[in-house]
């Protein structure tokens, strides 16, 4: 895709569909590497779906449940000499730790690096569209660490709605502060 | 036109010719495959340089008439392999998107 946050949208979006309360989105970037991790704790799949997942063909039928996004996800890590995972445990099989993890490795020195884009908007994008599940996003950059707990977040709204237009312009400005902060 | 007709016509070499009567109606050029999924149209020649196995996805999820695979690029055995079990017509040329895209739009 044309920015890396249209796949974490993407990806984190099967992951609401598994049923996740809680979805993770951790980056963590240096100077050469981005490493991508989304874990969920929702249904997971069995060991022959997930091998399957990465085949674009699996995704492409018409009864899909995933798009393709993990085949792109995949394909633009491993341009750049990068690599790619994907684990999961159903919950029939392990009730009590249950979840699907994709961890993705970028070289950003790469010329074919996909740029991460606007990662802060994919957010807002699922937290809108999904308020009454939980995302912990953590951005780590050389110098700060960009933090957002919805669960704590919700704690102090006490009921009010997290979906709604002022707290998702709330979310925004919490994040861009965090962004733009000098003093670290 | 149909693919086999433009394969004849224009010179391309067909790597995997599954459904060879296909219509062309258009062309289109592109490379990053999640923008090409949603642009490219049905019975469109599209023309690319990228040669993974998405490509087939791509081109079966827009219905395009064939692939058409610029620069020479190489095609894996399996990519060829899976191409002919979708039904995907996966053809090669030497020349560049540019002058690709030119040679067909003088034959439709």
């Known amino acids: ?184 | 036109m149909t693919v086999s007709e433009l394969i004849e016509k224009a010179g391309f070499k067909a790597a995997t010719l599954p459904e060879p009567d296909k219509e062309i109606t258009g062309v289109y050029i592109g490379d990053l495959l999640s923008w090409v999924m949603g642009r490219a149209n049905s019975g469109d020649v599209w023309i690319t340089i990228m040669s993974n196995m998405n490509i087939l996805a791509v081109a079966s999820l827009a219905d395009t008439a064939c692939i058409l695979v610029a620069e020479d690029v190489e095609l894996s055995q399996d990519l060829l392999t899976t191409a002919k079990q979708k039904n995907i017509n996966v053809l090669l040329t030497e020349l560049g998107a540019y002058e690709a895209a030119v040679k067909i739009s003088k034959l439709i």
């Not at chain 1, 994709?102 to 996909?114: E, L, N, Q, R």
């Not at chain 1, 809108?128 to 700060?144: C, E, V």
Request: include cysteine; glycine fraction near 8%.
């Open chain 1, 1 to 184: 895709m044309k920015e890396l946050s249209l796949n974490i949208l993407d990806i984190a979006e099967n992951s609401v569909k598994a049923g996740a309360s809680l979805t993770e989105i951790r980056i963590e970037e240096d100077e050469t590497h981005l490493t991508l991790v989304i874990k969920d704790d929702g249904c997971g799949m069995s060991e022959e779906v997930v091998k399957s997942v990465t085949d674009p063909f699996y995704t492409t039928r018409t009864t899909r449940n995933v798009g393709m996004g993990i085949p792109l996800l995949k394909m633009e890590a491993e341009i750049t000499g990068g690599s790619f995972s994907i684990t999961s445990k159903s919950q029939d099989e392990y009730p009590n730790d249950h979840g699907t993890t994709v961890t993705a490795v970028f070289d950003k020195t790469h010329i074919d690096f996909t740029p991460l884009g606007d990662v802060s908007a994919s957010i807002l994008t699922l937290i809108q569209g999904h308020p009454d599940t939980d995302f912990l996003f953590i951005h780590k950059l050389a110098d700060r660490t960009v933090t957002l707990d919805t669960r704590e977040i919700r704690e102090v709204l006490e009921g009010v709605p997290i979906g709604s237009y002022e707290i998702i312009k709330w979310i925004e400005g919490f994040l861009d502060e965090q962004y733009t902060n000098q003093e670290e």
